[in-house]
């Protein structure tokens, strides 16, 4: 196999089998016959010999190993293994009442343990202050249920491999609707989930009209109030515009392309949007690498690229026999619907190896016709399946009922976040820009510093060298370095390009994909919130079924992290708590902007000069650093526990002045301590950057959602 340094990194890490002493025991070819050896068996179901079980292992095994197609993570992860939960995504319910909250907290649980990632509708239960029948009490409301999903992710982690990851939605007329776009302004809080509005055609309407819109019980279907439709969206825009969530799907554009209207509307997608589903359904997903495809010509190999959509259909409906489900329910709709989801990655890949910039015309071109072939001959493929082993199960009720050769597979194809296969595939993410063209990667305590091969190609075909370093000084972009024109039109990084061009991009794809597409726009620093708002509408006119978007330096977390901190306003607003330790009364003062902590203070009782001195410069310290991007709760998490010897002996329990200032920090932000991605990498303290709706490591690719 030919693979990166980098690839062999990741997949030693986290995909390699190890022992009980965590040395690894298989190579990445070991690792590729496990997945395509398993993988294949599921031929036998339908009359398969040893033969042909054989041939398609072999080809399995080479599409894989030639990095053509790669199935999701927990294919690779667990395929052949003591684990055998190959989906990505799963949708759960939430029933309004307690029973089936809890148990979808326990499901949830049961589901992340294996390496799945949930998405939930939170639409569906009563608003805060509504009657409770059974005890006549009052609803806490799904903002305070969101914090309990929320806290037990915290306790899990996937197999060992990765944090749960999550997927919150809440319908634009719920009655708490306000609540859950403010659920996560606080940084750090609700940090397992991410959120999105369920938007209906009939707000955006009333949005453009200037209308009033209902509010309605979700119980009993009463409306509660109204709201200017407008303001609403502004409100969703603004927090947008400040930290990157919530995000937005539009539902009634996503169940127009529900195949299974009988079974039910679609109310929840997967964690980064992708992918739709209806409550108990999973879904297996892979992706082709574009860059393979394009030849000594610049021309699109279409003959070959049919030939990997038909393996890689084959394999992905293989998947669903092949799954073993971590609860119950799960073992019915995905067996009965065979959703599958093929995308791809390497786009910007390919866009550069036929000398075409991702915002012009061309690509928009190339993006509709790629995706319109795979997305054909995915559905032949599927038809051609289902000759030999029959149609989904539930065809009769979907709308292929009435087609005299009906698919195998309800969907077919999906756009998911690549960041780790992309990674293994040595080539870009999803159908995103690049984000930037050289950076910094620890490995083995060592700094390296890379340049984008196909850069580095294109230049030393031109006679032009690019000082690196150089490169990285300018964050990764070439538009303002010496090198020719027609070399910095095709490497445009994500900033250079206009939200709009991305939105375009993100359609194109979109009109030829079976379920939806995962990506970000990304808007500049200066952006508006009006930026923001136009996002939204042209997103909905170009009928995306969602859309993320992230200004740039909107969090104190900021994704790509610069390490320059920011300019103290000239005023400020805080608060200051009174903590008992053991050297004497401590008052820690922290100011806020914008709603991020920005600075603090901290002034102990009748200490001697050496204390005052050494909380001064911890605090001048703590506020650098939230100023530069270090996340709040990394901070707090280092100041927790530290013990001096003059403990408090109160019911407060403060170990020492540090332990008292992340105490408040605590206290002030409402963050819980946990493993959580900020402005750098936990792994490998690289570059982290919001891209197909997730946070991910240019350095070592860490990524929250796999």
């Not at 407060?652 to 301590?673: F, M, N, T, W």
Request: glycine share 8%; with cysteine; net charge negative.
């Amino acid at each position: 196999m030919e693979l990166s340094d980098n690839a062999k990194i990741l997949l030693e890490d986290r995909y390699l089998k190890k022992d009980e002493k965590g040395a690894v025991t298989e190579t990445p070819e070991d690792l590729f016959k496990r997945v395509a050896n398993n993988i294949a068996q599921a031929d036998k179901k339908y009359g398969a010999k040893k033969k042909q079980v054989t041939k398609t292992e072999k080809e399995f095994y080479e599409v894989m190993t030639k990095l053509k197609f790669l199935p999701n993570s927990p294919t690779l992860f667990n395929a052949g293994r003591k684990f055998q939960q190959l989906s990505a995504c799963f949708v759960l319910p939430i029933p309004d009442s307690m029973e089936g909250i809890f148990k979808a907290i326990y499901d949830m649980a049961m589901i992340q343990k294996s390496g799945g990632g949930t998405g939930f509708a939170f639409s569906n239960l009563r608003p805060s202050g509504d009657i409770v029948t059974s005890s006549m009490g009052k609803s806490s409301g799904p903002i305070s249920f969101l914090h309990a999903f929320n806290a037990a992710t915290d306790t899990i982690k996937q197999g060992g491999m990765r944090r749960g990851a999550n997927m919150g939605v809440m319908h634009i007329s719920h009655p708490d609707i306000e609540k859950f776009i403010d659920a996560k302004i606080v940084e750090g809080t609700v940090s397992n989930f991410n959120l999105s509005i369920g938007i209906s055609d009939e707000f955006m309407q009333k949005v453009k009209s200037r209308e009033k819109f209902a509010l309605k019980n979700p119980r009993d279907g009463t409306v509660s109030g109204f709201v200017e439709a407008r303001n609403l969206l502004d409100k969703i825009a603004l927090n947008a515009w400040k930290t990157g969530e919530p995000g937005v799907v539009f539902l009634d554009l996503i169940n127009e392309g529900n195949p299974l209207p009988e079974m039910g509307e679609i109310q929840a997608t997967n964690p980064c949007g992708e992918q739709p589903l209806l409550p108990y359904e999973s879904c297996n997903l892979g992706s082709i690498n574009l860059s393979k495809f394009v030849d000594d010509k610049g021309e699109i190999d279409y003959d070959e690229l049919r030939d990997i959509v038909h393996t890689a259909i084959h394999f992905l409906d293989n998947v669903i026999d092949m799954n073993e489900y971590p609860i119950p329910e799960l073992e019915e709709l995905p067996i009965a619907n065979r959703k599958i989801g093929l995308g791809i990655m390497g786009f910007t890949d390919m866009l550069v190896k036929m000398d075409i910039p991702y915002d012009s015309a061309q690509a928009i071109h190339i993006a509709t016709a790629v995706m319109d072939f795979i997305n054909t001959e995915a559905l032949e493929a599927s038809c051609l399946l289902a000759q030999e082993r029959g149609p989904f199960p539930n065809f009769d009720k979907s709308i292929y009922s009435d087609w005299d050769e009906p698919p195998r597979n309800a969907t077919r194809t999906t756009i998911a976040p690549t960041g780790s296969l992309s990674m293994i595939a040595d080539c870009s993410s999803g159908i995103e820009p690049y984000f930037a063209l050289a950076y910094k990667r620890n490995v083995l305590d060592k700094e390296l510093t890379e340049m984008n091969p196909l850069l580095e190609e294109v230049l030393k075909k031109r006679g032009y060298e690019l000082d690196v370093d150089e490169l990285i000084e300018n964050k990764g972009n070439v538009q303002k370095m010496n090198i020719p024109d027609e070399v910095k039109r095709i490497f445009k990084t994500s900033h250079d390009i206009k939200p709009e061009d991305h939105i375009k991009i993100q359609a194109a794809f979109q009109s030829n994909v079976d379920n939806a597409v995962s990506k970000t726009i990304n808007l500049p620093n200066q952006a508006t919130v009006e930026d923001v708002i136009d996002s939204y509408v042209l997103a909905w006119e170009q009928e995306c079924k969602g859309i993320t978007v992230y200004r740039d330096g909107s969090r104190v977390v900021q994704v790509l992290s610069t390490g320059t901190p920011k300019k103290r306003p000239r005023k400020m607003s805080g608060t200051t708590l009174k903590l008992q330790t053991g050297c004497g009364s401590l008052y820690v003062t922290i100011n806020s902007n914008d709603n991020q902590i920005f600075e603090v203070f901290a002034n102990i009782g009748k200490s001697g000069g050496c204390a005052i001195a050494n909380t001064e410069a911890l605090c001048r310290t703590i506020s650098t650093g939230l100023r530069a991007g270090v996340p709040v709760d990394t901070i707090i998490k280092q100041l927790r526990g530290i013990r001096c010897p003059s403990p408090s002996m109160d019911k407060s329990a403060i170990l020492s002045c540090p332990d008292a200032i992340g105490q408040a920090l605590q206290e002030y932000s409402e963050v819980k301590v946990k493993e959580k991605v900020g402005g750098a990498c936990p792994y490998c303290s690289g570059q982290l950057v919001f891209e197909e709706g997730c946070v991910h490591c240019l350095g070592c690719n860490f990524t929250r959602c796999g």
